[in-house]
């Protein structure tokens, strides 16, 4: 069984040894003090006080876990004083005597506190990647310092809980180690403040709110991109930091809506209704209930024409984002199945590999065929058996079947017709290793001679096609309305 762990790190700053009991001292500079109290130990140890570091080590060697390290994080910057005078008083300011005085103390048990192993209590000084002495007042330097320290740690620890105290140190100091902690541990970082007042730590949520923002815009573009299975992956895993300051419920509600995304776009149109059950319109006070709603409708007893929309929204929304190839999928999808319904409307009867009617079946019966009169251009004539169904034979059946209602879809035809070239250029890429271009879409729909602003035509014609067999336009899309309401739900978590 892993060992649970905990790892504390500490700002030091000038206030981490209390003043009072060395009342001797306190004209000294940050460093004479620490060399005085170092070189009579044994004078000054017993008057040692941490009230910053003593309480915070106090809260956490009461949290489960064994602490495993103690960091105490100080400033050096050489030496030698500056002959600046204003430098060689921020030189004077710096910790790292202060932090050696505490690391003793800590190893002694001084102020009450347990006696902690010397090999566990750590000294950092700020410093460049190149070992030399950093401006505790950089915030920039100071961060990167952090950002080279940190993951160290982590890989030593990768388990660990992590107590990051901000309270002693520079404001630089504060700021890096907040920023890098978050960085590295995320929801694992518990930023600590010791208030002089309270004997308890103030255990801070800035972690959570440093991590949320980002994490949220990453969800957002995952959204915006329809990579909701991406999104949905984030929130899962970082759900404390996405949710912190949501509206009660709205973290399920979002991972719900991004399930529901997740299969929609893939078509998986019973997932997508699967996503949505088991009550969860009643979270937030019911505030979503008629957008959940409105998506499960959509989804959950959706006749031919519906279906036909998905994949034309989904084509759309292939196309918007780049993925040409998984694009021309959805084109030949569509145009197969824009067929498939204009035979549908006109009496066809397909059948299953059992001989079972189903619409949705890859053969015809041959006998159904004979009976409305209908011969493949290419069957032979001795031929017998139920027919495979393919582009060809659909287009050739709607031809047929409209003739004899006295229909004129020639225009259809057509219009359906022109998605040929970019069929094609579907089954060619399958049988190949090259990749599909807006260029190649271009040519593919509108002849050799067009350019790629040819390729921007190509979704209008199909939703004209949609409009031509349905009777109605295919309507807003679902992801942008999916979209919307996610954008919704995180944007709740950055009100006031």
């Given amino acids: 069984m892993t060992r649970t762990v905990k790892l504390l790190f500490c700002n030091v700053g000038s206030s981490d040894l209390d003043r009072a009991p060395l009342e001797e001292l306190n004209r000294l500079n940050e460093r004479e003090r620490a060399r005085r109290i170092l070189a009579a130990w044994e004078t000054y140890a017993p008057r040692l006080r941490l009230p910053i570091i003593g309480k915070a080590l106090r809260y956490v060697l009461n949290q489960p876990g064994d602490l495993a390290r103690l960091v105490l994080i100080a400033s050096d910057q050489g030496d030698t004083p500056p002959d600046d005078p204003y430098l060689a008083e921020l030189w004077g300011k710096d910790t790292c005597g202060t932090a050696q005085v505490i690391r003793r103390a800590l190893a002694a048990g001084c102020d009450g506190l347990p006696v902690l192993a010397a090999e566990r209590i750590e000294v950092w000084t700020i410093a460049d990647r190149h070992g030399r002495e950093r401006d505790p007042s950089d915030y920039d330097g100071v961060r990167r310092f952090f950002e080279r320290r940190l993951p160290d740690m982590a890989r030593a620890f990768p388990t660990a809980t992590v107590y990051l105290e901000v309270t002693g140190g520079t404001p630089a100091m504060t700021t890096g180690l907040l920023v890098a902690g978050s960085d590295v541990w995320g929801a694992r970082a518990i930023a600590l403040y010791i208030h002089p007042r309270y004997a308890l730590p103030q255990t801070l949520n800035t972690t959570a709110r440093l991590l949320a923002a980002p994490l949220r815009a990453a969800l957002r573009a995952n959204a915006s991109t329809f990579d909701?299975?991406?999104?949905?992956?984030?929130?899962?895993?970082?759900?404390?930091?996405i949710a912190d300051r949501l509206i009660p419920g709205a973290d399920q509600v979002l991972e719900a809506v991004l399930d529901h995304a997740r299969c929609r776009f893939n078509f998986d149109l019973r997932g997508a209704r699967r996503a949505l059950e088991g009550g969860v319109d009643r979270l937030g006070d019911g505030?979503?209930?008629?957008?959940?709603?409105?998506?499960?409708?959509?989804?959950?007893?959706?006749?031919?024409?519906?279906?036909?929309?998905?994949?034309?929204?989904?084509?759309?929304?292939?196309?918007?984002?780049?993925?040409?190839?998984?694009?021309?999928?959805?084109?030949?999808?569509?145009?197969?199945?824009?067929?498939?319904?204009?035979?549908?409307e006109r009496g066809a009867q397909f059948i299953d590999r059992f001989g079972q009617p189903n619409d949705d079946g890859f053969r015809v019966s041959r006998a159904w065929e004979e009976s409305v009169e209908f011969r493949f251009r290419y069957d032979s004539p001795g031929e017998s058996g139920d027919r495979p169904v393919n582009r060809s034979r659909l287009r050739a059946l709607a031809r047929h079947l409209a003739q004899r209602r006295g229909e004129d879809i020639r225009l259809l035809v057509d219009a359906l017709d022109r998605l040929n070239g970019l069929a094609d250029l579907r089954n060619e890429v399958v049988h190949t290793l090259e990749g599909v271009a807006r260029g190649d879409l271009a040519r593919a729909f509108a002849g050799s001679a067009g350019d790629e602003r040819d390729a921007d035509c190509i979704v209008p014609h199909m939703a004209d096609i949609y409009a031509a067999i349905v009777g109605r336009p295919p309507g807003a899309s679902p992801y942008a309305t999916i979209n919307t309401l996610i954008e919704t739900l995180v944007r709740e978590a950055e009100q006031p």
């Fill in 228 to 241: 909701y299975d991406a999104a949905l992956r984030l929130l899962r895993d970082h759900r404390s930091a």
């Fill in 287 to 344: 505030r979503w209930r008629a957008d959940l709603i409105a998506l499960y409708e959509a989804v959950s007893a959706p006749d031919r024409a519906a279906r036909l929309a998905e994949v034309y929204h989904g084509a759309a929304a292939r196309y918007a984002v780049g993925a040409y190839g998984d694009f021309l999928a959805q084109v030949s999808r569509f145009q197969e199945n824009a067929w498939r319904l204009l035979c549908l």
